[in-house]
């Protein structure tokens, strides 16, 4: 029966209205496992606590949503009163389509990597660093997308072999063409295998100076301390000295301390001692290398070198600590009554006998 003349009788009607109740039927079915089963189901995990399940169902959740409309399609077909689709082309579709969901849902699961990679190391006490997290997110979704895509294509007859040789025998080309591409994938490896940095590290580089936000294949995102993002290509990086602050494990505090000509020795030596003494009490400082000592004689100042550690690496908290030592430098000071030394300089202005006797000889004539 043609299009027209299923139209033009009763039953084509009744066929094409049946049709479209079971489609509707379907419809309310998703509307009902979406707003309360799906729910409830998540709920019921969310409570339980148990993580893995609950991104499982979320990474499937929209794709759960289509199979109640492709089902609906499904069963609809059959009852139209003219053939819209053959059986072949038809079953092509289905098939198709439950593939692309499937391949949905996994793409979306990717995003749980780190989910993953924390039960498995709980589980199996392996720690896996935080770096290699993005790139097994995208590998997995490069993965999917191209599986997908393949068997889609098998699906409908494309020789999916061929175009695979294919792309073999143009592969040197294409890498000729992609040498900076490549050049970045591998310095993408070395930075994962190195291990250098790890995303929320702080580090140094002749190119940029912040804190690691993303790596990816091609390149690593950096926020500066203005705030600014950075996105610097992994040849570049893995090719450059990287200083990681991050890695510290105590943080160097250097300077000197000028003191007055005038100071007595033995209130330089009791500054001196008292200073090294409030360093080796104090709980911020590391008491591995404290080292405070009269240094040399300066143009202006006795110099006194002080070089330690704070236990804190946080820049922050770094400044904090200096400046509490600082403050107690300048008590112990006071209390030996001991100044600070600025620089001087002496002006000695000298004149020759001649001179002197000429201006002599002046002075008197002006006074005769």
Known sequence: MDFVDSLSSVDGWKNIGLAVGIFLIFLVLRKLFTTYLFKFIIGFVKNKKIDLITSILEAFEKPMRWIFVIIGIQLALPYLPFELLTAERESQIIRSAFIILAGWGLYNLADSTALFFSTFSKNFDVQVDRIVIPFVEKFIRIIVVVLSASIIGEEWGFNVNGFVAGLGLGGLAFALAAKDTVSNLFGGVVIITEKPFTIGDWIKTPSVEGVVEDITFRSTKVRTFAQALVTVPNATLSNEPIVNWAKMGKRQISFHLGLNYNTPKEKLETS?????????????????????????????????????????????????????????????????????????????????????????????????
């Open 272 to 368: 001196v001692e008292r200073i090294k003494q409030m360093l080796m009490e104090d709980e911020d400082i590391h008491k591995e290398t404290i080292i405070v000592n009269f240094e040399t004689f300066n143009e202006s100042s006795l110099d006194v070198l002080l070089y330690f550690f704070s236990n804190t690496t946080a820049y922050a908290d770094y400044l904090e600590v200096k400046e509490k030592i600082n403050f107690k430098i300048m008590d112990i000071l006071q209390e030996e009554g001991v100044d600070f030394a600025f620089p001087t300089r002496a002006l000695v202005v000298q004149q020759s006998e001649d001179i002197i006797k000429q201006d002599t000889n002046i002075l008197e004539r002006s006074r005769g």
